[in-house]
């Protein structure tokens, strides 16, 4: 589809015509179908990767992923395995946002003895954004799970990252397994 325009709620209620007239335009129509449809994006990795650490710097959890899995309506992975919004070809008016929701789930465990601790983060644009999620690691796989809301500006296209930072260590982390859900919806 070309020439579509994404909108909001209040925009698609001001474009609703009652017909009277029997002009409603087709492409005013698909201008609505598209606005009201959620954008999703789901990510999964089931074959066990490493992160490697780098003391007190974020690190890329997606940018590791050997072989991720995507299924979408509207996301794309970039060439660092981020996601971004893909709306082929709709028109996005500056400052068109979006409710979205993050989700992301993954079993981890330290490489190395001893305890360390890691923290956890979803990243809009390379910005931390939401709770951190602060853990002490061992040898034992622990499940991480990672939640995010927020608006999202669809017309800035942020890529959404999830990163993890070693606090004063620089053992390695393995994932056993993966998964990443976005949920993006008219507001």
Known sequence: ??????????????????????????????????????????????????????????????GQMPTPVLVTNRWVLDGNNQLTPDWAGVTINPGTSRLLRVQCQMAVDKVGAGDDVYEFNITVGGVIAGRTITLTLGALPVFVSLNLDIVYDQSVAAPIDVVVTGIGTIDNLDVTDLSLMLIGAAI
Do not use: H, K, Y
């Open 1 to 62: 589809m070309a020439g579509e325009t994404l909108l909001t709620f209040d925009e698609m209620l001001a474009a609703l015509p009652d017909n009277s007239s029997q002009l409603i335009s087709p492409l005013d129509m698909r201008d609505i179908v598209i606005a009201l449809s959620n954008d999703i994006g789901f990510v999964s990795e089931e074959n066990p990767f490493t992160i490697p650490i780098v003391s007190g710097v974020p690190v890329s959890i997606l």
